[in-house]
């Protein structure tokens, strides 16, 4: 297996955990709320995840257990903010220390044991094919991660519920004069955003590296947050970002394999580095942001 | 007579210590168009939200069809039949007409296109379903609001200040549409302060001053001398006239000025042509969003030139294009904003230090320091000199009125004898009492010598106040118009775009 099969078969479960928090993420800034609390939303639902697989609870009861762990912790951001109209990005940093801490707590009796990963699914036919196969045998939440992708892209751009959210996000006090509640749907949307970063921690924990390490997240939250800004809060660039950074993550393994002599470090904090680069071009296109970007991104509420 | 369809018996609402309504009765018969007249801060808007359901009253009844109405919500308002078209659009820029409407309105895409259609052609309210909103001039999305109204099937319409962002014809355009509606079965609620207006459409008015009533008439039966006494509580302030002059030396002037700002959602100008001079006002008229604050800014010094515009924008015989605001100020420019809180003054500071912001030249300072005794004898001097109702110097600018406000910061900057002074917006929210007392300033100053460049939505206004008017529209100016021998009409043609630019009167 060359170094190009190797990253393509192995880019889509490394976006996974990206692409679920971005997607989450992308909901609630669209209603007008920043939450800087994936990282430790994303811790939680990883360690809950992982104590529920290994006390024999199965996958999908780690799922479960992963969002609505991470959406009860996100209600409590939603609380402060919303209910109390406190600064959004303390209220998301605190909350995001408050997540990293339990999942460092409840994680502590797990640390280096191992669960067993799901089977891959392979699309018969594609599969086989040369190069790109390897594209075609996932497991079973990145195929369902790829339709929830489209099921977002298709609420934005079809759905009323799609219009209500954009409609919140970018002028709040219309869409209270027009009567909806700006409160409930900006709760729904950090709720929804909580259970994905939820998820994308469950995956990252109990699929795609089966073993327990305290800080296994490793910034990944982080970058779900940039990506939405990278992808200008559309659907579609949100995915090509993931799959990019799922890709470039993949490539310090992939040197190794191929014997290149490059610093392993400079190739962990490749990802990173791609990240400030992509954002400090995107910004650069004020035009970009003004035509996308969410009006009230990041305000209180207030009638 | 049929029992009215909105009744209301002593509704009074308090924010603190201020009583913005205090026992208003008010009845609104079917199928009429009825005013509220009142100046700003008289209540109207306190009222209108009262019966929208955005606030709830401290005390009072509400009927509505016979039946007693507490409504908790502007949702539950519009189920009942109530609709409100507002003064500051609530609509969204990035969604296009359609997505605004079906927010409101459920039903299929296509259906609903079909009937913004039908109800368009029907009521004079024309506009396209898949533009964006962002696009849409501002009389194109008063008619978006009035259509997403209409389409719940109101019994009540109510309009705030309707008239205010419209040329002439498209005002008449309006009356016409309403006048349709109210055949059509529904009633008008106008909120206004334009008193021709409301004799030419309204069948009944009510008049409040202070948040009480003060008149419930046929406006028909009463001419504007009598609405204004009710209005105001004494007689209009007559107009001081300006000295007939031949204009000095240029102190400002714009050759073919070509700007495209970054932002995508402003107005690219192009090709302005301008000149003001000595001992002459010269008014820009417009709807708002045809380029004003963008002229505003590049005039002002907050938008600087790029390196390749030169001799586009000289004040007092210099190239000031590429100098920032602070450069052209020490020319002798002065500027008034258009808004108060934020531009013009800093709202949490008091009045003292936003004097200083600007006055400091005046020997305000010693060593770079503050010089506290005279910021404070200079400040008194504003506040008396221009009757700024305020409990003295210390006072936060936040906590004044507009109108007071407002005479605050044109005194300071007239303080400053600017050789230019540039006012945008002079009267925006200012009532009637203080808006006549900046104008006779504004011209007194003109015949002393002063140049003055006035951005003003009102068209009363500059004709009171200018020598000369252009007009901006979609980024463009047109020639200029000298006042005494031009109708409103011909200024309203400009306004929207149905005369073309290239009039002979341009030197």
């Known amino acids: 297996m060359n170094a190009i099969e190797f990253i393509l078969a192995g880019m889509l479960a490394a976006a996974t955990p990206f692409l679920l928090a971005a997607l989450g993420e992308l909901v609630v800034e669209r209603a007008g709320v920043l939450n800087l609390g994936v990282e430790g939303l994303m811790a939680l639902g990883a360690v809950l995840a992982f104590i529920v697989v290994y006390q024999g609870g199965g996958h999908f009861l780690g799922f479960v257990a992963a969002g609505l762990g991470s959406a009860a912790l996100s209600l409590i951001f ?3 903010t919303l209910g109390f109209r406190a600064n959004q990005v303390a209220a998301g940093l605190a909350i995001g220390i408050l997540g990293q801490g339990l999942s460092a707590l409840f994680g502590k009796s797990y640390e280096s044991l191992t669960v067993k990963a799901l089977p891959r699914l392979a699309v018969p036919g594609l599969s086989d094919l040369p190069v790109v196969g390897g594209l075609f045998v996932q497991d079973i939440v990145v195929w369902i991660s790829l339709v929830a992708t489209l099921a977002i892209w298709a609420m934005f751009a079809y759905s009323k519920l ?9 002028n709040p006090k219309a869409a209270h004069a027009i009567g909806y509640s700006v409160i409930t749907v900006r709760v729904l949307a950090i709720a929804f955003g909580g259970a994905m970063a939820g998820f994308a921690g469950a995956y990252a924990a109990v699929i795609y590296t089966p073993l327990w390490a305290d800080g296994m997240i490793a910034g990944r939250g982080w970058i779900a947050i940039a990506l939405v800004v990278f992808g200008t809060w559309l659907t579609g660039r949100i995915f090509l970002g993931a799959c990019l950074f799922g890709a470039v993550s993949l490539m310090g393994l992939a040197a190794q394999a191929t014997g290149l002599d490059v610093p392993s470090q400079l190739l962990s904090s490749l990802p990173y580095l791609v990240t400030i680069i992509v954002l400090g071009i995107i910004s650069a296109d004020r035009r970009l942001l003004k035509l996308n970007g969410v009006a009230s991104l990041g305000e209180p509420f207030e009638r | 007579m049929n029992a009215p369809l909105l009744s209301l018996r002593g509704i009074s609402k308090s924010y603190g210590q201020i009583h913005a309504n205090q026992a208003i009765d008010l009845d609104v018969a079917a199928q009429s168009i009825h005013a509220i007249l009142g100046e700003n801060g008289a209540g109207k808007s306190t009222l209108m939200k009262l019966i929208y359901g955005v606030e709830q009253p401290d005390e009072g009844t509400v009927v509505w069809q016979g039946q007693p109405l507490r409504l908790a919500s502007p949702a539950e308002a519009r189920r009942k039949g109530i609709g409100m078209v507002f003064q500051h659009f609530s609509l969204f ?6 997505e605004n409407i079906r927010l409101v309105v459920p039903g299929r ?38 259509i997403r109204c209409l389409m719940t099937n109101p019994k009540l319409l109510i309009l705030d200040e309707p008239t205010s962002v419209l040329p002439p014809q498209l005002v008449e355009k309006l009356f016409d549409t309403l006048r349709r509606l109210r055949d059509g079965g529904v009633s008008i609620l106008l909120i206004s302060h334009k008193l021709e207006e409301i004799r030419a459409i309204c069948d009944q008015a009510t008049i409040l001053r202070s948040g009480r009533v003060t008149g419930d008439v046929d406006p028909r039966e009463h001419d504007t001398h009598d609405l204004a006494r009710m209005m105001i509580g004494r007689d209009m302030p007559a107009p001081i ?4 002059q031949s204009g000095g030396e240029k102190r400002l002037e714009i050759i073919g000025l070509d700007h495209k700002p970054d932002d995508p959602f402003a107005v690219s100008l192009s090709g302005i042509t301008l000149e003001v001079r000595a001992g002459e006002i010269l008014g820009i008229a417009g709807i708002s969003g045809n380029g004003q604050s963008e002229l505003a800014a590049l005039i002002s010094g907050e938008t600087v030139l790029g390196r390749d515009q030169r001799d586009r924008i000289y004040m007092m015989g210099s190239d000031v294009g590429r100098l920032d605001a602070a450069a052209r100020r020490q020319r002798g420019f002065a500027f008034v904003p258009e808004d108060r809180l934020g531009r013009g003054a800093v709202p949490e500071m008091s009045l003292v230090l936003n004097g200083l912001l600007t006055a400091h030249p005046l020997g305000l300072l010693r060593h770079g320091l503050v010089d506290r005794k005279r910021a404070m004898a200079f400040t008194r001097d504003c506040i008396r000199q221009y009757d700024v109702r305020t409990p003295g110097p210390d006072a936060e600018a936040g906590t004044l009125s507009g109108g007071n406000l407002q005479k605050f910061i044109v005194g300071r900057e007239i303080m400053l004898s600017p050789k230019l002074l540039f006012v945008a917006q002079p009267t925006w929210g200012v009532d009637i009492g203080a808006a006549s007392a900046v104008r006779s300033r504004l011209v007194a100053l003109r015949n002393e010598g002063m140049a003055i460049l006035v951005i003003s939505e009102e068209l009363e206004e500059l004709f009171e106040l200018c020598d000369a008017i252009q007009v901006l529209h979609h980024g463009t100016l047109s020639p200029r118009l000298v006042t005494r021998d031009t109708k409103p009409e011909e200024i309203g043609r400009y306004m929207i775009g149905a005369q073309s630019l290239t009039g002979e009167e341009h030197a």
């Open chain 2, 241 to 244: 006239s300006a000295l007939p």
């Open chain 1, 162 to 170: 799609g219009l209500v959210l954009r409609a919140v996000g970018e």
């Open chain 2, 93 to 98: 820029e990035t969604l296009t007409v359609l």
């Open chain 2, 109 to 146: 895409k296509a259906e609903l296109a079909q009937r913004i259609k039908t109800l368009g052609q029907e009521f004079g309210l024309e506009v396209d379903p898949l533009a964006h909103v962002h696009a849409l001039s501002v009389g194109e999305r008063q008619r978006v609001e009035i």
């Open chain 1, 78 to 80: 939603a609380f402060v």
